[in-house]
């Protein structure tokens, strides 16, 4: 029998024969469910063995103006975070407004931290840019330069960190830090690298198999990994200020730079479970579990929780808004 599929905007019926899923397809679907149930026993059985009492206490125990630093440093880096996407403006041409700019960028950044990037970061920007007028080619291009900037940023900090400043691991680790330095040396010289590419070859556009590769200006690129670099160095920040400077701001932020490199890794939405137990793993020998965990929650929920609903709220308004934008209209009677 063939299969048929209804196409979303015109209605019209396609009678090709739907693609049969592979084996490859079911065994990752199958590889994932099976990693997120190990996730998941792991995390029960390792909450059963922590000192909810000492957590609960340190929680409690967070004087106020450490909250009220660690939020205003949550405000500052959404607030930085929020310009990425004014690279991609800058880089397109296009002529939204700059506020318009930066808060889908807002609202696609809440939601990525939360829900992973496929939909938040992604899926959200081509809602919300698409139904302000933009092409699918330039939301492309924007999307790219601003998680370009973000990792650019992460490289140059990271290399950094593991090679001039490497943690000291946990004494039971029984092994040193040269890898984290050959490690910090290859994104050094790759960050480096690529200011030399733009400085040489900056401002050019190549075509290669019908993708598009851009090297922005040495001046932009520059701009990205500056603005990246103070991001990450304030979300560190907020654990720092949490945790009551009772461990070093550097550990504390190369910790949080291997933590979010392995959430990504392990494709756990908001690295649940992961990031935290990053923190533990490498951290539990200078700082007691209870204290880690109690910082963890409150920077949880100063940068990802309150983000969120104030996102939602501000998504709910574009929605609406968007409805009534002439370029938005005008591309529904086009359709139509």
């Given at each position: ?70 939020c205003g440093l949550a405000v500052a880096s959404h607030l930085l975070y929020s310009c990425f996407d004014l690279i991609g403006k800058r880089y397109t041409g296009h002529d939204l407004p700059t506020l318009t700019v930066m808060a889908v960028n807002f609202v696609s950044y809440a939601f990525n931290l939360c829900i992973g990037s496929l939909v938040g970061g992604v899926g959200f920007r081509y809602r919300l840019y698409s139904r302000l007028g933009l092409s699918k080619g330039v939301i492309t291009r924007i ?194």
């Amino acid at each position: 029998m063939t299969a048929a599929r209804i196409l979303p905007r015109n209605g019209l019926i396609d009678t090709e024969p739907a693609r049969p899923t592979s084996w490859w397809t079911w065994a990752k679907r199958v590889m994932t469910l099976a990693f997120f149930i190990a996730v998941g026993v792991l995390m029960y059985h390792y909450a059963q063995n922590l000192d909810w009492d000492d957590i609960l206490d340190s929680l409690r125990g967070t004087p106020v103006p450490a909250l009220l630093i660690a939020c205003g440093l949550a405000v500052a880096s959404h607030l930085l975070y929020s310009c990425f996407d004014l690279i991609g403006k800058r880089y397109t041409g296009h002529d939204l407004p700059t506020l318009t700019v930066m808060a889908v960028n807002f609202v696609s950044y809440a939601f990525n931290l939360c829900i992973g990037s496929l939909v938040g970061g992604v899926g959200f920007r081509y809602r919300l840019y698409s139904r302000l007028g933009l092409s699918k080619g330039v939301i492309t291009r924007i999307v790219s330069m601003s998680m370009l900037t973000n990792w650019l940023g992460y490289k140059l900090l990271a290399g950094l960190l593991f090679l001039i400043h490497p943690l000291a691991l946990p004494p039971s680790w029984h092994m040193g830090n040269h890898g984290l330095q050959w490690a910090g040396a290859a994104l050094v010289a790759i960050s480096l690298a690529y200011i030399i590419a733009c400085v040489r070859l900056g401002d050019h556009t190549w075509t290669v198999r019908g993708h598009e590769f851009y090297l922005p200006p040495w001046r932009m690129a520059v701009l990205q990994m500056f603005i990246s670099c103070v991001n990450w160095s304030l979300m560190a920040g907020i654990i720092y200020v949490l945790l009551q400077q009772r461990v070093a701001y550097t550990d504390v932020l190369t910790v949080l730079l291997v933590g979010a490199i392995a959430g990504v890794i392990a494709h756990v939405p908001a690295g649940l479970g992961v990031f935290e137990f990053v923190f533990i793993a490498l951290l539990s020998h200078q700082v007691s579990e209870g204290r880690l965990i109690a910082a963890l929650l409150g920077y949880r929920a100063i940068y990802y929780i309150i983000p969120l609903a104030a996102a939602s709220l501000l998504y709910l308004a574009m929605e609406i808004h968007a409805k009534r934008h002439p370029r938005y209209v005008a591309a529904r009677r086009k359709d139509a």
